[in-house]
């Protein structure tokens, strides 16, 4: 079965600085696999997606990620965080079975950041 | 704003009471999801509807049960209300050219 972990619960660092959010991702074949942002009191935005091709994807906001298969990981990163980035991320792979698009999301991390 | 729309944004009600949310996809995606997010459960998947047949389960209580129309909006149906059943629920749909999905604003249920 599929599944995704998001190693980090809470993640704090200062405005300016570089992040880099963990995922793994357990899955059979070639994944599809998303990074999602959650606001406070708001819905799931959709940051970024990989499917095939370049490793390295650009999302929205300045945010990146990158595909290694050797390690099963598809990790987040953003050269110099802003106060607004502050968030809950959740990663996410999918589909999951036959005839289905359903996805596994990770259990988020949470990214605070100081002035 | 993802294009997908819930209502209503908050919802307050008793214990055993039914509530009733409602959900429409993005113009022209035939798949619609709902989840539950809690602290304590985090996010978790109810059911998938794809054109108006149900396509896929996940967690969803027997008191819960959700239907797609034929305009392709769909309302989740949670029954005998429990304490525990306050959460955000969220809707989701998709029908691009891959399994990403976009999310509604959800729905603030607390149960009283």
């Known amino acids: 079965a599929q599944s995704v972990t998001q190693p980090d619960i809470h993640i704090t660092v200062s405005e300016g600085a570089s992040l880099e959010l963990r995922c793994n991702y357990s899955?059979?074949?070639?994944?599809?696999l998303f990074w999602y942002v959650q606001s406070p009191g708001q819905g799931l935005q959709l940051l970024l997606k990989?499917?095939?091709?370049?490793?390295l994807v650009q999302g929205i906001k300045g945010f990146e990620a990158e595909f290694k298969r050797s390690q099963s990981s598809f990790n987040l990163r953003k050269p110099s965080v802003h106060g607004s980035d502050a968030a809950e991320y959740f990663c996410?792979?999918?589909?999951?079975?036959?005839?289905?698009?359903?996805?596994?999301f990770g259990t988020g991390t949470r990214l605070q950041v100081f002035p | 704003d993802s294009g997908v729309t819930q209502t209503p944004k908050h919802l307050i009600t008793a214990t055993g009471q039914r509530v009733t949310l409602r959900c429409s996809p993005r113009?022209?995606?035939?798949?619609v999801y709902w989840y539950q997010q809690s602290l304590d459960q985090g996010l978790q998947f109810l059911i998938q509807?794809?054109?108006?047949?149900?396509?896929a389960k996940g967690n969803i209580l027997e008191r819960f049960s959700a239907q797609q129309f034929p305009d392709l909006h769909s309302e989740l149906n949670l029954s005998s209300l429990e304490l525990g059943d306050s959460a955000l629920y969220f809707c989701?749909?998709?029908?691009?050219?891959?399994?990403?999905?976009?999310f509604g604003p959800g729905t603030r249920l607390t149960v009283t």
């Open positions: 989701a749909s998709s029908g691009g050219l891959g399994p990403e999905q976009y």
């Open positions: 990989y499917f095939s091709g370049d490793t």
């Open positions: 899955y059979g074949a070639t994944p599809y």
């Open positions: 113009s022209g995606d035939l798949s």
């Open positions: 996410a792979v999918g589909p999951e079975g036959y005839n289905t698009d359903k996805l596994s």
């Open positions: 509807y794809y054109n108006g047949e149900e396509r």
